[in-house]
């Protein structure tokens, strides 16, 4: 038997090499957020935790140690660039202003209450299955989350007041897609390119990334 404090200090380190792992996906759902959008950012991040825990399921005893931290790893970058992110902006985008505050925090709940049981079950069908069956439970639920974050949550769409109409125009030189912004009881037209104007809904996912972000450099 390996010694107690050797055996801590290989464990801290074995957790600070897969931290290191996915602490990226972080950053890539934070350069990534605005262009896919968190429902794209969401299944995707949802569907590479379905792949590697089905490797980790197929895969199981054969896999070397530094492969195995791989991508072990690599479903903690995908939780990451996926609905360890989107958990914290999806609410800010769908929930009206008045009960924002109060159903994200009943989204993140449901969401600490999906670790507990996660932790509590994961030693019990480890000791009575092996390995092998945990590791394709964990596949089973990432799939029905990419499945569930495509059905029911909103695509990408630029929000306007209602009183603005968008009609899809090309521009002439360059050839890039813009919207045309016609007001309803004004007698001019403003043609605005998509990308130059931030949306209400980017608005917010830009402060609820930025407030993820925030949170990994500022001591609690």
Known sequence: DLPHDRVVDEACYLTLL??????????MAILFMDTLGARLVQAIGFLGMAFFFGVLSLRWGKLDAPLLLVVYGATFFFSNFGPNTTTKVIPAEMFPQEVRSSLIGVCAACGKLGALLGSFAFPILAARAGYRAVFTCCALIAFAGALLTWAFIAGE??????????????????G????????????????????????PRKMKRRQSVGSVATSFYIPH
Request: aromatic share 6%; no cysteine.
């Open 18 to 27: 897969i931290y290191s792992i996915g602490m990226p996906g972080y950053l």
């Open 157 to 174: 769409e630029p929000e306007l007041p209602p009183s603005v109409s968008r009609l899809p125009t090309m521009d002439p030189e360059g």
């Open 176 to 199: 890039r897609r813009d919207y045309r912004k016609s007001v309803s009881g004004d007698d001019h037209t403003i043609a605005t390119n998509r990308t130059s104007v931030p949306t």
